[in-house]
């Protein structure tokens, strides 16, 4: 049974920093293209970052130069590491494939405040 446990979500101040964590059960996050979404209060859930099985990364415009995707294939975890945010970058977080394939976490709440 897949499960993709997210964390590491809070409150922080503009130009602050977080790191989210994505832990992968039943499945093996390395032969996958994963990604990270999120999804701010009355929008779409949006493609923020991905990273191929191959490493090769890919960044949404508004997050490009901020944020930094990365997996541990040994902890079998992603994370997303968050610098210089903006009250823009409030949303709900989650991972899922590239496909969005797997089941949906919980996600983690990230809030900046201004």
């Known amino acids: 049974q897949v499960q993709l446990v997210e964390s590491g979500g809070g409150l922080v101040q503009a130009w602050g920093s977080l790191t989210l964590s994505c832990r992968a059960s039943?499945?093996?996050?390395?032969?996958?293209?994963m990604a990270w979404y999120r999804q701010a209060p009355g929008n779409q859930r949006e493609l923020v970052a991905g990273?191929?099985?191959?490493?090769?990364?890919n960044y949404s415009d508004s997050v490009k130069g901020r944020f930094t995707i990365s997996r541990d294939n040994a902890k079998n975890t992603m994370y997303l590491q968050m610098s210089s945010l903006k009250p823009e970058d409030t949303a709900v977080y989650s991972c899922?494939?590239?496909?969005?394939?797997?089941?949906w976490g919980q996600g983690t709440q990230v809030t900046v405040s201004s």
């Open positions: 990273i191929t099985y191959k490493g090769i990364t």
């Open positions: 899922n494939t590239a496909r969005q394939s797997s089941p």
């Open positions: 039943g499945m093996i996050l390395r032969i996958h293209d």
